[in-house]
C-alpha cells in the first residue's frame, strides 16, 4: 500500500501570517494526482488544491498554493494571509496512476489560527 | 443539488447487529466510495465502485459489504457489527472518465457498544 505521511500533528499560525503544512509521499508510480482536503468541524471534507504529478507547475488557488517537489516525493500546502475560517483539519492525500480510485491520506495537520 | 448525502448521521449499534448505510448522489458522477476515519487517522478507503454494475476492495474492506444499487446510490453494510468498527463512516463521489476530484458527504458517525 502507499503511504502518505503529514509529521506534524499540529500548527499554529497567526492571522494574516503564512504557514506551511508539509506531506511526504511513497510511491514507485510516475502518474499520479496529489491533493490537499480541508475537514473544519462540520466534519465536511472540502478539496483545497490538486496537482497532477505529470505537471510541473506548481498549483494555486487564491491564498493556497503547493509546493510539489517530486523527486523528493514531497508536497507542502502554503496558506497565505491566513483567516480564522482556515482553522481545520487538513489532509494531504494520494491518488495512483493505474488506478485513480483508490486514495490514500495521511494522517492530518490541526492548524489553529490565532486572532 | 444536494451534492453526497448520507443517512443516519447517527447509530449506535449492538455487537453482533447489522446495518446498512445509504449514500447517494446527485451529481451524475460515475464512481463512488465509502471511506472510514478514526480518531488520529485520516480517511481508509473500505470499497469503492468505478461504475454501476461493479464494485472493487480497498485498503480495509474486511466485515464489510457494498452494493451499488444504480448509478446515483452505493450502500455500506455490516452483517455483524464489531467494537473495532467503531467509526465516522464518508461516503464520496467522483466524476471519472480522467477527473477524480472527490466530493464528500456529510459523515455517519457509528457506535459499537
Known amino acids: 500500500a502507499q503511504t502518505v505521511t503529514q509529521s506534524q500533528p499540529e500548527m499554529s499560525v497567526q492571522e494574516a501570517e503564512t504557514v506551511t503544512l508539509s506531506c511526504t509521499y511513497d510511491?514507485?508510480?510516475?502518474?499520479?494526482?496529489l491533493f490537499w482536503y480541508k475537514q473544519p468541524p462540520s466534519r465536511q471534507m472540502i478539496l483545497v488544491i490538486r496537482?497532477?504529478?505529470?505537471?510541473?507547475q506548481n498549483a494555486t488557488e487564491n491564498r493556497f498554493s503547493v509546493n510539489f517537489q517530486k523527486a523528493a516525493k514531497s508536497f507542502s500546502l502554503k496558506i497565505s494571509d491566513s483567516q480564522l475560517g482556515d482553522a481545520a483539519m487538513y489532509f494531504c492525500?494520494?491518488?495512483?496512476?493505474?488506478?485513480?480510485?483508490?486514495?490514500?491520506f495521511g494522517s492530518g495537520t490541526k492548524l489553529n489560527v490565532k486572532p | 443539488n444536494a451534492g453526497v448525502t448520507q443517512t443516519p448521521k447517527f447509530q449506535v449499534l449492538k455487537t453482533g447487529q447489522s446495518m446498512t448505510l445509504q449514500c447517494a448522489q446527485d451529481?451524475?458522477?460515475?464512481?463512488m466510495y465509502w471511506y472510514r476515519q478514526d480518531p488520529g487517522m485520516g480517511l481508509r478507503l473500505i470499497y469503492y465502485?468505478?461504475?454501476?454494475?461493479?464494485?472493487d476492495k480497498g485498503e480495509v474492506p474486511n466485515g464489510y459489504n457494498v452494493s451499488r444499487l444504480n448509478k446515483r446510490e452505493f450502500s455500506l453494510r455490516l452483517e455483524s457489527a464489531a467494537p473495532s468498527q467503531t467509526s465516522v463512516y464518508f461516503c464520496?463521489?467522483?466524476?471519472?472518465?480522467?477527473?477524480?476530484?472527490?466530493?464528500f458527504g456529510p459523515g455517519t458517525r457509528l457506535t459499537v457498544t
Open positions: 464520496a463521489s467522483s466524476p471519472g472518465q480522467g477527473n477524480y476530484e472527490q466530493y
Open positions: 510511491t514507485s508510480e510516475s502518474d499520479y494526482y
Open positions: 496537482q497532477e504529478a505529470y505537471k510541473q
Open positions: 492525500a494520494y491518488s495512483e496512476g493505474y488506478n485513480f480510485n483508490k486514495f490514500y
Open positions: 451529481m451524475n458522477h460515475n464512481s
Open positions: 465502485s468505478a461504475s454501476e454494475g461493479t464494485t
